[in-house]
Structure formats: C-alpha cells, structure tokens
Nanobody
Framework: QVQLVESGGGLVQPGGSLRLSCAASGLTLDYYAIGWFRQAPGKEREGVSCISSSDGTTYYADSVKGRFTISRDIAKNTVYLQMNSLKPEDTAVYYC?????????????????WGQGTQVTVSS
C-alpha cells in the first residue's frame, strides 16, 4: 500500500524558511517521480516543483524558481522541499504526490498517489 506523509509545515514570517518532507512507503523513488503541489483557499491546485525518478531532474514553477529547492534521499525514501524567502502568497496547503510514469511534471492530473497535505502560512 502506497503512503505519502508530508511534514514540516507551519507559520513563518515573510522572508523566512521552511523545509517540507514527504516520506514515501510502498514505492521507491527510483521508479516514481515526486511532485509538490499547493492549494490556497478558493484557488486551483498548482504544481510547485517535481523530481524525476531516473536521474533526479528537477522542475520548478516560475513563481518559486530561485527560492525553492526540491531534493531527495533515496536511502530514506524521502523527498524534501526547501522553501526560502517565503512570501504571503506562498500560503497554502502543500501536498506531495507520486507519478509512476516517472518523468516529472507539474500537472497534477498525472499523479497517482497523494499525501494528506501540510499547511504553510506566511504571515507577520
């Protein structure tokens, strides 16, 4: 049974940093791409970043380029999202998801498994 568990969310001031973790079980990162998505109230879910299965190629939404970094620890079967220089508009529930196709995409409809989400609030 595949499970994805996010952690690391919280309240942070503008300009601050958070690191989100996505711990996977029931799958291995060698065969699944992992994406991070976010959804703010009243808005559609949007892709933030993803990492491909085979060679760890990374992709970022324009809104987070230069501020967020995705990485993975295959031994721990965990993917991270380091978020720096956070802005109030980054406030959302953040989800990680797994795509068995493995290519890596920011389109949420390509993903097969989802975590329960973790809240990130950027506010002074």
């Amino acid at each position: 049974q595949v499970q994805l568990v996010e952690s690391g969310g919280g309240l942070v001031q503008p300009g601050g940093s958070l690191r989100l973790s996505c711990a996977a079980s029931g799958l291995t990162l060698d065969y699944y791409a992992i994406g991070w998505f976010r959804q703010a109230p009243g808005k559609e879910r949007e892709g933030v970043s993803c990492i491909s299965s085979s060679d760890g190629t990374t992709y970022y939404a324009d809104s987070v380029k230069g501020r967020f970094t995705i990485s993975r620890d295959i031994a721990k079967n965990t993917v991270y999202l380091q978020m720096n220089s956070l802005k109030p508009e980054d406030t959302a529930v953040y989800y990680c998801a797994a795509d068995r196709a493995g290519w890596g995409t920011l389109g949420p409809h390509e993903y097969d498994y989802w975590g329960q989400g973790t809240q990130v609030t950027v506010s002074s």
